[in-house]
Nanobody, 113 residues
Framework: VKFVESGGGLVRPGESLRLSCAAPGFAFSEAIISWYRQVPGQARQWVATIVPGGDTRYTDSVKGRFTLYRDVASNAAVYLQMDNLKPEDTGVYYC???????WGEGTQVTVSL
């Protein structure tokens, strides 16, 4: 499944964004979904993962600031709540199902004064 990422933007350090990952008809509650960040010239880096039971994992640099969760009511999306953003969080964010080779267009997050 190719997901659609949205919610990025230009914010100042300390501000927040909520990214969305959606795909019509996809059962998010049954999937392992991860978010990745890519900076120009560098490989995509893993940011966070949510599994069907709702457990989450985060890369160390975002622990305590980012929260990954499902839209339980609709089961139509997962969200990455990004708080206390830092300049090093800048990049294009992508979501992907575990073991998939498909990538969406991503959504740009820029954190700058």
């Amino acid at each position: 499944v190719k997901f659609v990422e949205s919610g990025g933007g230009l914010v100042r350090p300390g501000e927040s964004l909520r990214l969305s990952c959606a795909a019509p008809g996809f059962a998010f509650s049954e999937a392992i979904i991860s978010w990745y960040r890519q900076v120009p010239g560098q490989a995509r880096q893993w940011v966070a993962t949510i599994v069907p039971g709702g457990d989450t994992r985060y890369t160390d640099s975002v622990k305590g600031r980012f929260t990954l969760y499902r839209d339980v009511a609709s089961n139509a999306a997962v969200y990455l709540q990004m708080d206390n953003l830092k300049p090093e969080d800048t990049g294009v964010y992508y979501c992907q199902e575990y073991d998939s080779t498909k990538w969406g267009e991503g959504t740009q997050v820029t954190v700058s004064l």
